[in-house]
């Protein structure tokens, strides 16, 4: 339940000056930017800003960093739409439809749908923190790595579902995936596959791979080609078709609302995020539609589905460091390195005590949601004029900053290399039908994977299926898992048989 007298002060907080509210705009725009830049991660611009908090007061350092981290997560999407280029492992799927839809001179739509999707689904995940902060960080503490292999794995059923015409090319690029995030010192201490390199003991750096393998492998297929839409009367930044495409999202309330459920309840695990939520709701979609053959072509509830999931995991991601003074992330460590400056501990004690300090953060993102609409709408025809630069001038300018943006998250000349090689392996795969993305969620995932699941086996003492039985919270979801994983194809085929009745 609210306290509404707590509730009545975080109004005073936020709206008895304009104060709080100052940094919230060049927070929205310092994270778009960071967030479409190839390998500058939200984290990093967070991080970058964080001594600028220094003078503030506690409440307008909160809305400034979490003003970049909302920004941020949208810009990610952008570039993922418009060059295939996720600005972060939380927009892969956004990739999927995004790009695409793109492709086939339908930009502006896909903006609209990229744009709608994230303010809805930022919208939902706040609310839902703000009704439920309480039940949610109780709910968290009782999430170990049992719950986590099976979201985790639930995550990596997406890979079977990647590639409509070989399902056995799909799981191929799957498990190679799962292969490369097994180099380097394992979770148990062991080196593995390092050929003798040192820069190979930490495993394959992520962020360049995934640069690598998606932008880098596309600008090179690009080669011949004049511009990313080849159709020139499609070329422009039409706002007209920008609102066409928010208007769609909400002819898909279902996907929006199952998206934005799914990203605020995987959001509040730590250490999983935003990663899984985005492909965990894309897969989600893709089984329940009843035309799953258009997603990877340009579906527009590919689109909805992954935006919506994504944004709406920062919500949860907020519980488990206003709650339990955990963070789940990056992201959030930065915001906890915030709240030790100004000597606040998140915890019980800070909601008991600060109750009106914490429902004025929520509100205050709440609001930055609404500011993200306005804002991402003017950005959009700035950022969406990419379609219209030659690729003769943008090719080389992106590899540059692919290759800049390998180096920034490692410090080292291994990123630039990554780049270049998950680049010729993706323009390898790319050319024999292999879902690059089904590689680079086994990437992801499987390093997760391995050590969500060495901790399982050590708490069960080698009896995970016993000890399955004994997590209510991992047995519901493996139950949940099971039944969406068998229980939509055969929905399907029933559907199928009714139009087949139906047109008869």
Same mark, same amino acid.
């Given at each position: ?68 981290? &909302? ?27 995004? %790009?695409?839809? /793109? ?94 390199? $040192? ?9 360049? /791979? ?33 609102? /066409? ?6 002819? %898909? ?158 410090? &080292?000349? /291994? ?18 039908? %292999? ?53 939509? $194809? ?15």
């Amino acid at each position: 339940m609210l306290d509404q007298f707590a509730l009545s002060q975080a109004f005073g907080l936020l709206f008895s000056s304009f104060d709080p509210w100052i940094w919230v705009i060049p927070g929205l725009l310092i994270g778009l930017v960071f967030g479409s830049i190839p390998g500058l991660q939200i984290s990093m611009a967070m991080a970058v800003f964080l001594p600028v908090t220094f003078g503030m007061d506690f409440l307008q350092a909160m809305l400034f960093l979490t003003a970049i981290f &909302t920004g941020g997560a949208y810009g990610g999407g952008v570039t993922a739409i418009l060059m295939n280029i996720p600005g972060s492992s939380s927009s892969i799927a956004t990739a999927f439809d995004g %790009y695409p839809m /793109a492709r086939q001179g339908k930009h502006n739509e896909a903006l609209g749908l990229g744009l709608a999707a994230s303010v809805v689904g930022s919208f939902i995940g706040y609310i839902l923190l703000l009704l439920l902060i309480g039940p949610m960080a109780a709910l968290v503490l009782k999430i170990g790595p049992m719950e986590m292999v099976v979201v985790v794995l639930w995550g990596l059923t997406l890979i079977a579902t990647l590639n409509d015409g070989n399902v056995a090319k799909g799981l191929f690029a799957g498990f190679l995936g799962l292969l490369l995030s097994q180099i380097g010192m394992s979770t148990t201490g062991i080196m593995r596959t390092t050929v003798g390199n $040192p820069h190979l003991l930490d495993g394959i750096p992520a962020v360049p /791979a995934m640069i690598g393998i998606f932008a880098a492998s596309e600008l090179l297929r690009l080669r011949g080609s004049s511009y990313l839409v080849t159709d020139e009367a499609q070329r422009d930044i039409s706002l007209r078709k920008i609102l /066409a495409g928010v208007a769609e999202t909400f002819r %898909y309330p279902a996907v929006l609302l199952r998206g934005s459920l799914i990203g605020a309840g995987i959001g509040a695990i730590p250490g999983v995020g935003s990663s899984v939520a985005n492909l965990v709701s894309y897969g989600e979609a893709r089984r329940t539609s009843r035309t799953p053959e258009a997603f990877g072509k340009g579906a527009p509830e590919g689109v909805i589905a992954a935006e919506s999931a994504n944004s709406s995991s920062e919500g949860g991601s907020m519980t488990a460091l206003l709650a339990l003074g955990i963070p789940g992330g990056a992201a959030t460590a930065v915001l906890l390195a915030a709240f030790s400056f100004h000597n606040i501990i998140g915890g019980p004690s800070f909601i008991r005590n600060q109750t009106d300090v914490v429902y004025s953060i929520i509100l205050g993102n709440l609001g930055q949601v609404l500011l993200l609409a306005v804002v991402g709408l003017l950005m959009l025809r700035v950022l969406g004029m990419v379609v219209r630069v030659p690729l003769a001038y943008l090719v080389p300018s992106v590899l540059a900053m692919c290759a800049w943006g390998g180096y920034g998250i490692t410090g &080292t000349i /291994a990123g630039p290399l990554t780049v270049a090689a998950f680049a010729l392996l993706g323009w390898l795969m790319r050319r024999n039908a %292999y879902p690059v993305a089904a590689t680079v969620i086994g990437l992801l995932l499987g390093r997760m994977m391995e050590g969500e699941l060495v901790r399982t086996l050590q708490i069960s003492n080698n009896q995970p299926m016993t000890y399955l039985l004994e997590r209510p919270i991992a047995l519901v979801l493996a139950i949940a898992m099971l039944a969406v994983l068998v229980g939509a $194809p055969s929905l399907k085929a029933l559907r199928a048989r009714k139009a087949r009745r139906a047109g008869q």
